[in-house]
């Protein structure tokens, strides 16, 4: 069945990567995301990985890019101000198309904002914080079980596609502790790296897809050459200035990853399929959701929950498919409504989209959604 273990979240994301294979981790010490990189000071040389701590987070993405291409799992934990400093280096590694996980638990900003207090501030930044057209996946999980199976997911992904792909937890469920059951190897499906077949001496092409759209990698300093660019470039990864050259990368770094969203959408839904109100949301804050749900469910109404776990590409057509029977659609989260433009976005009747938040530090309670919750039905609206 597994081990039985009793951790924290950000414990639980660690196990989640030593489990996928991580074998780098390079970071720089940052409250709420601390934890992992104390933990995998210890545990990572045990298992014949390496572990670096930083001078600071600019330096640490770009350990890890380096790393992932020598042919290693890497991952690199931060928060807020952490992960503004690695926006150029994750722009580079998008356009470099080189596998790494970057894990941000959030915490109140913008700024040094609130080091040890609970946000959901950092949805937007994931998507749109390194400048350009670009594509990413990013997600994120309510408890530690579903946060070791999303970690795992993260690094699947960031091999099949050879991307970043960043992983949003929070305070809250970074620090709350509760039991996790580590599953016996090979239960859960990895995904390694795509190594090229081609023999020394032949013609390697680093950014050629193949039919399945799938890049084939040689670790860089092995038996071949090739270039590594931040510009745009060719299919030998040599900058390009032709318009032809330039629109066919860019339609793939994106079509790559949006061509996938069915594959790459993660989810849960509660009572969902007869709810007359339900509740979108994601993080800890679905916790609070959840609670509301089972309350209301007790006496009578009907009310769901889908609690998004796939933030980025956001999957527009299941929120539209799960809201279409459902009166009046909730979202629940920790800032100023950044899931909320997504979600009314995505709906047939967005003037029926609502929000229910909290913005300063303090997480979202039962209580808090309740009162929003006969505001809404109480005006009809």
């Keep these: 069945m597994g081990r039985l273990t009793f951790v924290q979240g950000n414990e639980a994301c660690v196990e989640g990567a030593l489990y996928a294979g991580l074998d780098f981790f390079a970071g720089y010490p940052i409250t709420p995301s601390t934890e992992m990189a104390e933990l995998l000071s210890l545990r990572l040389p045990q298992k014949g990985g390496k572990f670096m701590q930083m001078e600071d987070e600019i330096a640490s993405i770009c350990a890890i890019i380096g790393a992932s291409l020598t042919g290693k799992k890497v991952l690199t934990a931060t928060s807020g101000p952490g992960f503004s400093l690695m926006q150029e280096g994750l722009g580079y590694a998008i356009m470099a198309e080189i596998p790494c996980v970057i894990v941000d638990v959030q915490r109140g900003g913008p700024s040094t904002g609130l080091p040890t207090k609970v946000s959901q501030g950092d949805v937007n930044q994931a998507r749109w914080g390194t400048h350009g057209d670009h594509a990413i996946i990013a997600l994120t999980a309510s408890n530690h079980q579903d946060i070791f199976a999303i970690t795992v997911d993260a690094f699947n992904f960031s091999e099949t596609y050879r991307t970043p792909v960043i992983l949003l937890f929070d305070e ?170 997504s979600v009314k976005s995505a709906v047939d009747e967005p003037s029926r989209v609502f929000l229910a938040n909290r913005v300063d530090g303090t997480l979202i309670t039962p209580t808090d959604i309740r009162n929003i919750l006969r505001l809404i039905q109480g005006k009809g609206v």
């Design 172 to 341: 809250v469920v970074g620090h709350m502790r509760e039991k996790l059951i580590i599953p016996e190897p090979g239960e859960i499906p990895l995904v390694e790296r795509l190594k090229t077949s081609l023999p020394e001496g032949v013609d390697y092409h680093p950014y050629l897809p193949r039919e399945d759209g799938r890049l084939p990698m040689s670790d860089f300093g092995g038996v071949h050459r090739y270039n590594v660019t931040g510009l745009a470039h060719d299919m030998w990864g040599f900058p390009s200035e032709n318009p032809q050259v330039v629109h066919g990368l860019l339609r793939h770094l994106i079509d790559k990853i949006e061509n996938h969203v069915d594959d790459v959408t993660r989810f849960r839904e509660v009572h969902v399929e007869d709810a007359e109100t339900l509740l979108v949301s994601y993080g800890s804050a679905a916790r609070s959701a959840l609670h509301v749900v089972m309350n209301r469910r007790s006496r009578g109404e009907k009310v769901g929950l889908l609690e998004l776990q796939t933030l980025w590409p956001f999957p527009a057509a299941l929120v539209r498919e799960k809201a279409k029977k459902a009166t009046y659609v909730v979202v629940v989260e920790m800032n100023m409504g950044q899931v909320l433009h």
